[in-house]
């Protein structure tokens, strides 16, 4: 069922306006029905998501999440034509309470003349929250069916509220093949064919980096050059730049990029761990901020497996502060590398989690008088100090004393596991409770 079939025929797309010269060629190759948006199958595909709705007539406020370049503006477009309704579109970047109000005035009207307005509001995130709120009636009184795109996590960057109105769709970055077709679907509009050798060709999908209209943009550059000579991968290096790649230090990318370098150590695998270490690099994070968290991946993932761990991170760090970069950044490589070919243990992360628990837990409970020092007569009297071991004065150098109140109990926090050094840990472990039955 193609998609202007689904709500019956569609309502015509507007003329485009007209233009003093050419239309860029991003413009030209826009959709113009939803089965020719490339790279989101999973929405728009005969078993898409979308697809769903627009076959059971019941397309709901949306909210599409994806990276720049992958098709939000045009989906929702082509989304109004097959759901026939009024297409109006703002961006949160020019628009404020003085726009809302206009635009909820006109699809007010509309809703009660019998047609219905879809609202795609671009950059929807850059709303405060007040502006956000302001859709909620108009929503929820179905005079609008709103469409927010952004490329913000809505988790983080929408209100709750809005959200529960609104279902998520995620957009994915055009993978290689999807760069591919709108690569031919370019030269096919202009009739001609772009001067790359083949390794040149994928170089350029490359540089885009999963953006389309960068892609386009790129493309209709090289469409201006002479048909000789062939560039190869060099020469295309030289004559454009590659797109920068999506990092944003205090914002979704910043995590996610921390999680997987965190992650790809933990699961000792330190190619993919250079990998992106390399990335946080390349998007400008600031190497003491990954010497931080490389810092408390040697104590929180390999604690005592490895005793030099830690102290191998703190020598990156400190050699970063003298070196800066980007000398500097080949010590934290150095220190990443150590960590995730490194035996691991979250023995200690553990222990001490469970001690914090205990701590509350039992609250201002006293040490045993054993082991209280006795300044004093008066103390000394009350019983501090009486009957202490001195571990050193015994025969096996461990007294077996208790060092926790009284009535507690014995707790097990440190569970060594049978890794690296920690293996000759349990030994000690085991040795001392052997020793402390005996004696008790």
């Keep these: ?68 370049g992958v098709g939000k503006t045009t989906i929702a477009r082509l989304l109004a034509d097959a759901a026939r309704l009024q297409f109006k579109q703002i961006s949160a970047v020019f628009s404020g309470v003085a726009d809302l109000k206009k635009v909820f005035e006109d ?20 709303f405060n929250r007040a502006q956000q709120d302001a859709f909620l009636p108009v929503v929820e009184a179905g005079t609008i069916t709103l469409i927010g795109a952004t490329t913000e996590n809505p988790s983080f960057a929408l209100n709750g509220a809005l959200l529960s109105r609104a279902q998520v769709f995620v957009l994915r970055r055009l993978d290689d093949a999807a760069m591919e077709l709108l690569l031919s679907r370019a030269e096919a509009e202009t009739s001609e ?67 997987a370098l965190h992650k790809s150590m933990r699961g000792s695998d330190p190619d993919a761990a250079l990998y992106w270490l390399a990335r946080m690099f390349a998007g400008g994070e600031d190497p003491r901020y990954i010497a931080r968290r490389v810092t408390r991946f040697a104590s929180e993932d390999i604690g005592l497996a490895d005793p030099q761990a830690l102290p191998q991170a703190l020598a990156a760090w400190e050699a970063y502060e003298r070196l800066g970069s980007p000398e500097g950044e080949v010590c934290i490589a150095q220190a990443v590398v150590y960590l995730a070919t490194a035996p691991k243990s979250n023995a200690v992360y553990k222990a001490i989690g469970a001690a914090n628990r205990a701590a509350k837990e ?20 009350l019983g501090y100090g009486e009957n202490y071991q001195y571990d050193h004065d015994t ?46």
């Design 1 to 68: 069922m193609q998609e202007d079939d689904l709500f019956g025929p569609a309502a015509a797309a507007p003329p485009p306006a007209p233009h003093a010269g050419p239309r860029p060629l991003a413009e030209t190759l826009r959709p113009k029905a939803l089965n020719e948006v490339v790279g989101q199958d999973h929405l728009l595909g005969p078993e898409g998501s979308l697809t769903g709705m627009l076959r059971r007539g019941s397309l709901a406020s949306l909210i599409l999440w994806g990276p720049p």
């Design 107 to 126: 699809a007010t009207r509309l809703h009660r003349a019998g047609k219905a307005t879809l609202l795609f509001v671009d950059e929807i995130h850059r």
């Design 193 to 259: 064919t772009l001067p790359l050798t083949p390794t040149a060709r994928a170089s350029l999908r490359a540089m885009a980096d999963g953006d389309g209209r960068a892609l386009l943009n790129m493309a209709e550059q090289l469409f201006a050059l002479p048909p000789e000579p062939v560039l190869d991968e060099t020469a295309l290096g030289q004559l454009l730049s590659r797109r920068a790649a999506l990092y944003d230090r205090d914002r979704e990318e910043h995590y996610n990029l921390i999680s």
């Design 362 to 381: 039992t609250g201002s409970l006293m040490p045993p008088m054993n082991i209280l020092n006795a300044p004093t007569k008066l103390m000394k009297n």
């Design 395 to 440: 025969e096996d150098g461990f007294s077996g004393d208790n060092y926790f109140p009284e009535g507690m109990g014995r707790p097990d926090f440190y569970r060594p596991v049978e890794r690296g050094f920690e293996r000759e840990i349990s030994k000690r472990l085991a040795y001392w409770t052997k020793l402390r039955d005996e004696k008790s």
